[in-house]
């Protein structure tokens, strides 16, 4: 709860992350009750599966181009956000990333492989050596995950049955409905799989 950011837009249940911050009551108690019952009926509110992606322009080409905008998932954020953050830690904590996935490792950033990259390129230089160097473009690589191969991969790193039953729960059947503003001239459509 401490990692929330107060002040933040509130999600679709009207459940702004401050709530969760009060000094009024003890949320910890009670997430903690629900978040159990959650795990031991494995089935977990409708809210949870319900999202509104909303487009975000990135800044970089034409504003009316959908391929221009990156969607954003709002969750009922709150309470999801806190119970994906439990799952997260404790995976992290059994599955170990290699440095060279620089934007998922804590401490390391895609920034750091731009860097190294250019140290590569500057040491064959000097040394009037040849270099070869491939990029992948990965471009919303992430957004087309299939569940069954996160599945997979969490019982390849043998992550326990129970956190891969957390990361079904979470997305099981999830759904969402997607908004769009004026700068976009047709509606774009965003598919979730599970």
């Known amino acids: 709860m401490k990692m929330m950011k107060s002040g933040k837009t509130s999600s679709p249940d009207d459940s702004a992350a401050d709530l969760w911050k009060s000094q009024c009551w003890n949320p910890a108690e009670w997430l903690t009750d629900f978040f159990n019952q959650v795990v031991t009926e494995k089935k977990v509110p409708e809210s949870w599966q319900q999202s509104t992606t909303i487009p975000t322009w990135r800044k970089k080409g034409c504003p009316g181009n959908c391929a221009c905008y990156r969607p954003n998932r709002l969750l009922s954020h709150s309470i999801l956000k806190i119970f994906e953050r439990i799952a997260d830690s404790r995976i992290r904590d059994i599955v170990e990333l290699t440095t060279n996935q620089c934007g998922f490792v804590s401490g390391c950033s895609a ?80 598919l979730m799989s599970s």
């Open 111 to 190: 920034i750091d492989a731009i860097h190294a990259s250019c140290f590569l390129l500057e040491k064959h230089r000097e040394k009037r050596r040849p270099v070869h160097l491939a990029f992948l473009d990965l471009e919303n690589a992430l957004e087309r995950v299939p569940c069954d191969v996160i599945w997979y991969a969490l019982q390849q790193h043998s992550v326990p049955e129970e956190l891969t039953e957390w990361v079904c729960i979470i997305y099981t059947s999830p759904k969402s409905r997607s908004e769009y503003t004026r700068a976009l001239r047709y509606p774009h459509y965003f």
